[in-house]
């Protein structure tokens, strides 16, 4: 069976500061991961995704994630935190072309001036 | 601009009453998707359908009735059967043609439903 985990439930950060949510996977096959931000009341948006290729993924906002197969993680991070990115966190992953997508239970981020 | 709408922002119902979500978008996208977000449970998938007149259960269907009569809308009804109704429903889609399994999801705003 597939899983995802998020081990922090909130993560403060100054801003100006580097910043990493962490995320831990486990599948059969290869992995597909992705990452969404949530918004307070709104819906999630997508962030970036590892399919194939590099291990180190650029997404909006300035957010970049580092895939580590041998870790099975996919963290996300960005090298100078902005108040504007507290928000609640998602990763996400899929096993294969043929399973379903699942979430992690999220991860507070929260960026102190 | 493309979207998904989902209708109304918040929601209050009587136990025992069922109640329907909408949900509609204009991305032109196969796939459509609803999911419930209840604090530190992350998204938990109720319905979910590749295509017009066709749909499957996701993990909680249970107390949960879909239809997809039209490509643009995929509306949810909580029945009475539904034990926890209270939530926050999130409506998704995705791209079929790149696969409905590794397209990102665009959501829409969600729904908070509160039954007392």
């Known amino acids: 069976a597939q899983s995802v985990a998020q081990p922090e439930d909130q993560v403060n950060v100054a801003e100006g500061n580097p910043l990493t949510v962490k995320c831990t996977y486990s599948v059969s096959g290869n992995p597909y991961l992705f990452w969404y931000v949530q918004y307070p009341n709104r819906g999630l948006q997508f962030l970036l995704k590892y399919i194939t290729g590099d291990n180190l993924v650029k997404g909006s906002y300035g957010f970049e994630a580092e895939f580590n197969k041998s870790q099975t993680s996919f963290h996300l991070k960005k090298p100078s935190a902005l108040v504007s990115d507290s928000a609640l966190y998602f990763c996400a992953v899929q096993g294969s072309s043929a399973s379903k997508i699942i979430f992690g239970s999220g991860t507070r981020l929260s960026i102190r001036p | 601009d493309g979207g998904i709408t989902q209708s109304p922002k918040y929601l209050f119902r009587k136990e025992g009453q069922n109640v329907t979500l909408s949900c509609e978008q204009n991305l032109n996208h196969d796939a459509m998707y609803w999911y419930r977000q209840d604090p530190g449970q992350g998204l938990r998938l109720i319905y979910y359908?590749?295509?017009?007149?066709?749909?499957q259960k996701g993990d909680i269907a249970e107390g949960y009735s879909v239809s997809r009569e039209k490509k643009e809308s995929f509306p949810l009804t909580v029945t009475s059967a539904q034990k926890n109704p209270t939530a926050f429903y999130l409506c998704a889609s995705s791209i079929e043609g790149q696969g409905i399994y590794n397209s990102p999801l665009h959501f829409g705003n969600g729904t908070r439903l509160t039954v007392t």
């Open positions: 359908s590749q295509i017009v007149n066709d749909f």
